[in-house]
């Protein structure tokens, strides 16, 4: 099957640092990928939609300039979380969505990136 | 707006039969997915939902009314490793994904 690999799992770096999250469809090309952050016992938050070749779409409340996305291939992209904050730690899930049977596909996660910054 | 309400937390028996609602209001509706997420994990695809009715996957059911904007998620045969939140979306008009605030299943022995 489908598979997103997300790279890397987890993370800690200082506060003030940029960590760079990358997310690769292995076995299918990818036009949109998917960033989502989610909270302790929260349901996942779409951030962005990201558009290969193409800006991102961010969601109302998410700084692009600082969540910057990069979809530069069909089959990865990146997100940088810059300048990281403590209240940027956080569960970071990209996904993507295979582009044959497009209205019922359902959407491949990767295994989602534990940042924490100190 | 757009709205998905499903219970925060619910607990079963194990081997016992859970049910787990979904209701929904969005604008549009292209269908509806459910997703299980154990606890640090990325959520997995359980079953999609597109016409109304019941689809049926092992140990796991989907119903879906679209006139109620109404969903269940039905879990036969409960097993430990069920204990999981289980999350319900709808993709909607714009085909970008609503996302409930999840489910959180508690099987007991």
């Known amino acids: 099957g489908a598979v997103v690999s997300q790279h890397p799992s987890w993370v800690i770096c200082k506060s003030g640092t940029s960590v760079k999250i990358e997310c690769r469809s292995l076995d299918f090309q990818a036009t949109t990928m998917f960033w989502y952050r989610q909270f302790p016992k929260q349901s996942l938050m779409l951030m962005a939609t990201s558009n290969e070749g193409s800006k991102a779409t961010y969601e109302q409340g998410v700084e692009k300039d600082k969540f910057l996305i990069n979809h530069a291939s069909l089959t990865l992209s990146t997100l940088t979380v810059t300048s990281a904050h403590p209240e940027d730690s956080s569960f970071y899930i990209c996904?993507?969505?295979?582009?044959?049977?497009?209205?019922?596909?359902?959407?491949?996660f990767g295994n989602g990136t534990r940042l924490t910054v100190t | 707006g757009q709205n998905i309400d499903q219970p925060t937390e619910m607990t079963a028996t194990e081997g016992a039969i859970v049910q787990i609602n979904c209701t929904y209001q969005t604008s549009g509706f292209n269908g509806l997915f459910w997703y299980q997420q154990h606890a640090g994990e990325a959520p997995t695809f359980l079953s999609y939902n597109v016409l109304d009715g019941l689809e049926e996957k092992g140990r796991f059911s989907s119903f879906l009314s679209r006139s109620k904007g109404y969903s269940y998620l039905l879990l036969k045969e409960l097993q430990m490793k069920d204990s999981a939140s289980y999350l319900c979306?709808?993709?909607?008009?714009?085909?970008?994904?609503?996302w409930g605030a999840g489910t959180k299943l508690i099987i007991k022995p």
């Open positions: 979306a709808v993709r909607g008009s714009n085909y970008q994904l609503i």
């Open positions: 996904s993507a969505k295979p582009p044959l049977r497009a209205g019922n596909s359902p959407l491949h």
